[in-house]
């Protein structure tokens, strides 16, 4: 439980320091009975805070807070009190002996000193570790007040209180919509035009720049239309799906018949006149045959 507790007080202080301003080391306000508790609970005041803080810490007591100690010096154990107290800073209230001959309430005396003018902010950063429930409760209202008391012998940083977790989400809302940018889609427009100017190397003539006055005005009064994107399943990954095969038709097929019969017939025509070169010798061969009959029967005539 102790690491969990001190894990939130970090976060804590974290806040106040982004949200407020706060930066180490932390100016703590102490108050007169959160001096005399930790001597009773033999806790040591400035490790204590730093422990609760998470950082550095620079303890101090008004002068109301101091005389109030010092004006109890002969009870039993307040010296070791006074002691704690000489060695925290002191802190000028304004609240001299001369005009206050006794020293204000801790409610008043600090009120004075963390919001003099009622404006109900913590101009000057302090923590204010006081016993004091009626000075929490009115701190409280003050926007960006850490608050810390001893409970048991542990000590006790308060979380943010409604004004200031108030104040927070009004600057984290502002810090938002300062990096939104209306204008964009004009500049962008702007930004084509010179790049088209600068492509032709010649400006618009007058003309043209009063057309391009008017047509912006039209288009800017124009809404823009919205695209609706009707719901539904989507369709497939088109690189992902494998494309249709191609079916011959008809009128592919006949080509190819007649081109195949094309084919054929080249070597048809060939053997063809292979066969007709056969019976033609054959003939010039008869021919010459009976040519050289009547030569042999005229040669025996002869003889």
Not at 136 to 149: A, K
Not at 150 to 163: G, T
Not at 271 to 284: D, G, I, L, N
Request: glycine letters at 6%; a positive charge.
């Amino acid at each position: 439980m102790r690491g969990k507790r001190s894990k939130q007080y970090r976060k804590l202080m974290e806040r106040y320091c982004m949200t407020f301003g706060f930066r180490e080391p932390y100016q703590v306000l102490v108050d007169a009975e959160m001096v005399q508790d930790s001597c009773r609970f033999k806790m040591e005041l400035e490790p204590a805070l730093q422990r609760t803080a998470h950082g550095k810490v620079k303890p101090m007591i008004t002068q109301c807070e101091i005389r109030k100690l010092y004006a109890r010096k002969d009870e039993p154990g307040i010296s070791e009190a006074i002691e704690v107290a000489k060695s925290c800073e002191r802190r000028r209230c304004g609240h001299h002996p001369e005009d206050y001959p006794e020293p204000l309430s801790t409610l008043e005396c600090f009120q004075s000193v963390v919001d003099p003018k009622d404006t109900g902010e913590n101009k000057h950063r302090y923590v204010v570790a006081s016993q004091s429930q009626e000075l929490r409760r009115m701190l409280r209202g003050v926007r960006g007040v850490p608050l810390i008391y001893i409970k048991r012998s542990v000590m006790i940083l308060e979380p943010m209180s409604d004004e200031s977790v108030r104040l927070r989400a009004r600057e984290e809302r502002s810090k938002f919509r300062a990096g939104l940018k209306p204008t964009i889609g004009k500049r962008k427009r702007d930004d084509k035009d010179d790049e088209d100017e600068d492509e032709d190397g010649v400006g618009k003539s007058d003309g043209e720049d009063t057309n391009l006055e008017t047509s912006r005005n039209t288009e800017e009064k124009q809404p823009a239309k919205k695209k609706s994107k009707r719901p539904g399943p989507k369709g497939p990954n088109p690189l992902s799906v494998k494309k249709k095969s191609k079916k011959p038709t008809l009128g592919t097929k006949k080509p190819k018949k007649v081109a195949q019969k094309d084919e054929s017939a080249e070597p048809a025509a060939k053997r063809k006149r292979k066969r007709k070169a056969k019976p033609s010798t054959a003939a010039s061969g008869g021919d010459g045959a009976e040519r050289s009959a009547p030569q042999a029967v005229s040669n025996g005539d002869e003889a």
